[in-house]
């Protein structure tokens, strides 16, 4: 019985001892990492509701990020919940409508699906118009206002500004 006592108490030892080393092991990868430092480029996106201009937040996000990834969540944050089969118009280089919508949408040819925003003709100062429905009052307005880089220990997208009326509504919204 004494024999069994002592043997459960050195596997016990053992394996906080293995455990301890384990934690110790994810510690150091999790410090490489870090020291990597991994730094995205990132937009710095005004996003504004064209029905009310009051509307508005500043985004960044990454310039690797899908477009329509983007698109999704620019319509859940400004609470438009039609958005399955939205239409994105970005300017060509020529200032001529390039339009993108989801897969399986037929209001365009461009698929936004597997498309980066760096693929994009995007330049500081280059409007899009973002449709989540057929309703085109409706919509957003997409300002580039900077390209840069992001800090590796910033998860993107994130919101950085917002007007007052937002603030107003998402604690009304927070209340239900």
Known sequence: MLF???????????????????????????????????????????VTQ??????????????????????????????????????????????????????????SLNKANGVDLQDLPLNIGSRLQLFPTQAKHNG???EILERGKGNPYIMYPRVTEQSEKIIELEKIDEMF
């Open 50 to 107: 064209m029905k009310d201009e009051e509307l508005w937040k500043v985004l960044e996000v990454e310039q690797n990020m899908d477009v329509h990834v983007l698109c999704k969540d620019l319509c859940a944050a400004f609470a438009m919940e039609e958005n399955a089969d939205y239409l994105l118009s970005v300017p060509d280089r020529n200032g001529f409508p390039m339009d993108y919508s989801a897969k399986g949408s037929k209001r």
């Open 140 to 142: 957003l307005i997409l």
């Open 4 to 46: 069994n006592l002592l043997q459960a108490a050195a596997d016990t030892t053992a394996l906080m001892q293995n455990a301890a080393v384990q934690q110790e092991m994810d510690f150091r990868m999790q410090e490489r990492m870090f020291l990597m430092e991994i730094v995205p480029d990132v937009l710095s996106i005004k």
